[in-house]
């Protein structure tokens, strides 16, 4: 249910700015309302908190199917690959590259510390002495200088991990 609740705050958050501690606020106040109401009555305070348990879950329940469908963030569509790559991931790579991907929702999944790239750019990434791996939709028509593909099975990103022999990798956008 965390997962779920968690999932949540996020979309929220990417939508409305600061909706996460405007409802952690929001709880924290309710909880405190209910202790202070119930007093010394035990069995109406777990009651209460029962009852808010429940709705949560059932709103939360809603809104998952809602907003992680496969039409509005490809959910379950996807979500092979977001396991193929946390598996292939691990916690093996230095620094992990998310280039040009519209949805990030399957980072919850991946273990590894990333990095968003959000614009389709040029751009050169120093990997002396470290070991980086970039994640790609399968679509993309760019090239990438310095870096080889991982040999995963996955079917719509591509991992690009970097070679021995090179101290950089670049990304080249085709334009």
Same mark, same amino acid.
């Given at each position: 249910?965390?997962?779920?609740?968690? /999932?949540?705050?996020?979309?929220?958050?990417?939508?409305?700015?600061?909706? *996460?501690?405007?409802?952690?606020?929001?709880?924290?106040?309710?909880?405190?309302?209910?202790?202070?109401?119930?007093?010394?009555?035990?069995?109406?305070?777990?009651?209460?908190?029962?009852?808010?348990?429940?709705?949560?879950?059932?709103?939360?329940?809603?809104?998952?199917?809602?907003?992680?469908?496969? /039409?509005?963030?490809?959910?379950?569509?996807?979500?092979? $690959?977001?396991?193929? /790559?946390?598996?292939?991931?691990?916690?093996? =790579?230095?620094?992990? =590259?998310?280039?040009?991907?519209?949805? =990030?929702?399957?980072? *919850?999944?991946?273990?590894?510390d990333y990095i968003k790239i959000d614009e389709l750019k040029e751009?050169? /990434?120093?990997?002396? $002495?470290?070991?980086?791996?970039?994640?790609?939709?399968?679509?993309?028509?760019?090239?990438?200088?310095?870096?080889?593909?991982?040999?995963?099975?996955?079917?719509?990103?591509?991992? =690009?991990?970097?070679?021995e022999e090179s101290t950089s990798i670049k990304i080249v956008p085709?334009?």
């Open positions: 249910m965390t997962g779920y609740f968690l /999932i949540i705050l996020e979309l929220l958050d990417l939508t409305f700015r600061f909706s *996460t501690v405007i409802i952690i606020i929001g709880f924290i106040i309710i909880t405190c309302k209910i202790i202070h109401k119930s007093g010394h009555e035990l069995i109406s305070n777990y009651t209460n908190i029962l009852v808010i348990g429940a709705v949560t879950v059932l709103l939360t329940s809603l809104s998952v199917t809602v907003c992680c469908s496969n /039409i509005t963030r490809n959910g379950l569509k996807t979500e092979n $690959d977001y396991i193929e /790559i946390a598996k292939f991931l691990k916690l093996d =790579y230095d620094k992990v =590259y998310a280039y040009y991907l519209p949805d =990030y929702n399957f980072f *919850t999944q991946v273990i590894s751009i050169e /990434i120093d990997t002396s $002495d470290e070991d980086v791996a970039i994640i790609v939709y399968t679509e993309f028509d760019g090239k990438i200088y310095g870096a080889e593909k991982a040999n995963i099975d996955t079917k719509y990103f591509d991992v =690009y991990v970097n070679d085709n334009n």
